[in-house]
Each structure stands twice: as C-alpha cells, then as structure tokens.
C-alpha cells in the first residue's frame, strides 16, 4: 500500500481547551460523525490495508491512534462518504469500527483529505454519491520500516515505521485561504491543462501560520501539482488564531486539500460545495414566510438566492432567483436569510470561495414540520 511512504504519525486526541478559551464558530464538519456505527461492517467500494499494496486508494499517510499504536492493537473500519463528481471525499462517517473505544474510526476520518476515488457515473457523466472504504490498520508488530518503504524494498515483520505524536486539527476553521487568482497563477505550467489534485501536510504556528508543509497526495504525479500545494498552503492559508492557539498534545498539524481544476473551470468561479461556519436564525423563517404565499393557502415553498462570498467569507451582493412556487416571494426571503450566512474560505471540494458566486436553495416553511 506504501509505495513512497512519506510520513507516518500518531494520532493523539486534542486535550480539553483551556476553561477561559471562546468556544468555537458552529460548524458543519465534513469529519463529522452523523450516526451509530453499524454491527457488521457494510460491503466496501474501496479498500485500504496498512500493511498491503493492492489498495484501491493510494496512501502515502498513515494516522495511527495514540494508545491503539503503543499497545500494539489492530482495528478495523469502514467509513461512509459522500464522494463528488470529482472523487473527493467531502463529508463522511464511521460506518463501522472494531474494535469501538480505541480511536480507529476518528484516526480513519483524519484520513479523508487524502481519499480520492473513481466516482460514480451517471447517465451523463461523474455524479455524487455514497461510498464505503473500508481501512484496516495492522498490529506494530506487522508494520515496515521507513526505510525499506521508501526503498520500494520487501516489507517484513517486526519493523515498526517510526512514529512521532501530533493533534490532528480535522476541520479547520480557515482565516486566510488562496484566492482563485492564486490557485490560478499556482497551476503549474507543465500540467498542460488537466485537472490535478494534492494534499499538503503542514504544521500550524500558534498564529495559525503553516510552515514544514510536505505533499502526501499527488494525482496526477509528476506534473508539479505537490509542489504547487505546498507553496499554495504555506504561503495563502491561516487557521483561525484562537483553534491555533487552543491547548492540545503533541504538534498541530493540518492536511490542506488542493484541486486544480482546468483553467476554463478555474474561470467559472462558482462555489459548489460550501462549509458554513454561521447559518441564519431557524426561527427567521416564521417571520420571513411571504404573507401572498401565506394567503394563497400554500404552507411551504423554496427560494434561492445568488450571492457573492466577500473576503471573509460572508455573503454579499444577494440576489433573487426563480423560486418554487416562483413569483410569491419565496426567494426574496431567502435573500434576506442568506445575509447571515457565513462559509469557510475553502471548500468542502478543495477549491477557494473568496470573489465565488454561490447558489443557495432554502427551504421555507409555515410550521414547523413533524419529525
């Protein structure tokens, strides 16, 4: 599975934030756990196995959980995420773990930015869909030593990889992201226009600055798209200071999530996968509901507002689009509910938001509807 093994670390749960940190912005994590595990592990689409090299997704990272690792414990798990178009894995969850308790499903989740998957096609072209990966992490008595791994040399027994203990910051709160004139300028000149993806994996200064960053993912390889990354992520990205600054073991690291779509795509500038670190008021709605809807009798409706992202992250230049029903004021309403929104500054696709144009359906209701 480890062709070129980069780095190998050990994942160590963050310490409790200090009694006199801010709690943090409300946030949709594209790491978050969403339901129960099941009992038996469901049928995989792609498998990863620390220890194989058949892997239907090439990693040249490994997150190991802390206590997992020092008792020699192996685990498995399978995670259920939601792949885009693009085969990114944008949100997924713990589908399945054993053994539960020691860590093996958030240090799987840890691993997400580095998944990158054929996605599923539909009639015409790639789609969004549902996939499940299913991890198994092997004992340190089976692991390869670093050397060998990136020897290209038989793997044998009783060589533990040399680990180092680092917190792990899974969803990152950005206050400083590249823009898409960066990621445009970044692209580099031998990729000759196809798409290209990395991951760069970097340490987070107290200021949230990154700096050490290393690429861990390159696909394409060879067409500078690694290099591209980690210039991108240590020169462009800051985490918000006070997640930077909130206490925790080891070193903060961070896995930044790069793609470089064609240059014609770049030049569309639409947000297709926000990450909303502020929602409006569920209780606006009531207030909001358009009163000539009301009287027609009608009870729900959709409205849709086109917005711009301004530079950090909140949504400006709000516009009405065609709603269902259309002509009721259902997307007015939108527009006003849309301007106490605020996104992450990078995507849950790997690509700026910043001077974006972005496309918001919501969904307005009279009453509350039944659970």
């Given at each position: ?26 946030t949709?994590?594209?790491l978050?756990?969403?339901?129960r ?10 498998k ?7 892997d ?37 969850e ?8 020691k ?19 539909g ?17 340190t008595?089976?692991q ?56 760069a ?6 200021t ?28 462009k990205?800051?985490?918000l ?14 896995d ?5 779509p064609?240059?014609a ?28 809807a009301?009287a027609s009798g ?24 065609p ?49």
């Open positions: 599975m480890i062709a070129q093994a980069l780095a190998l670390m050990l994942a160590a749960a963050p310490a409790p934030p200090a009694a006199s940190a801010p709690p943090p912005d409300a949709v994590s594209p978050e756990v969403l339901r595990p099941d009992n038996k592990p469901p049928p995989a689409d792609a990863i196995d620390m220890q194989g090299t058949d239907d997704i090439d990693q040249q990272v490994v997150i190991w959980p802390g206590t997992a690792y020092h008792a020699g414990l192996g685990g498995r798990v399978t995670l259920r995420c939601l792949v885009d178009a693009h085969g990114l894995a944008e949100r997924c713990v589908a399945y773990e054993a053994p539960t308790g860590g093996f499903g958030k240090a799987a989740l840890e691993m997400r930015p580095t998944f990158k998957l054929a996605p599923t096609l009639p015409d072209g790639p789609v969004a869909g549902i996939k499940n990966i299913s991890i198994t992490f092997k004992g008595d089976s390869v030593t670093m050397a060998a791994a990136m020897k290209g040399g038989t793997f044998g027994l009783h060589n533990p990889l040399q680990m180092r203990q680092v917190t792990m910051l899974d969803f990152p709160v950005w206050s400083a992201a590249a823009s898409f004139d960066d990621l445009a300028a970044a692209y580099p000149v031998k990729a000759g226009g196809v798409e290209g993806y990395a991951v994996h970097c340490q987070v200064r107290g949230g600055a990154l700096w050490s960053c290393q690429n861990i993912k390159e696909t394409p390889e060879k067409l500078g798209f690694g290099a591209a990354a980690t210039a991108l992520a240590a020169a990205f800051r985490v200071p006070r997640l930077a600054q909130t206490r925790h073991s080891g070193e903060l690291w961070v930044v999530p790069i793609r470089f064609p240059p795509e770049l030049a569309q500038r639409t947000v297709m996968a926000p990450t909303w670190v502020a929602a409006f008021d569920p209780k606006a709605v009531l207030k909001l509901f358009p009163p000539e009301a009608l009870t729900t409706g959709r409205g849709v507002a086109r917005c711009t992202v301004a530079a950090d992250g909140a949504l400006t230049a709000c516009a009405p689009e709603g269902d029903p259309d002509g009721l004021g259902f997307s007015e309403a939108a527009v006003k509910l849309a301007s106490n929104m605020k996104m992450n500054l990078w995507s849950a696709d790997a690509e700026p938001v910043e001077g974006g144009v972005v496309h918001i359906p919501i969904r307005l209701n009279l009453k509350a509807q039944a659970k």
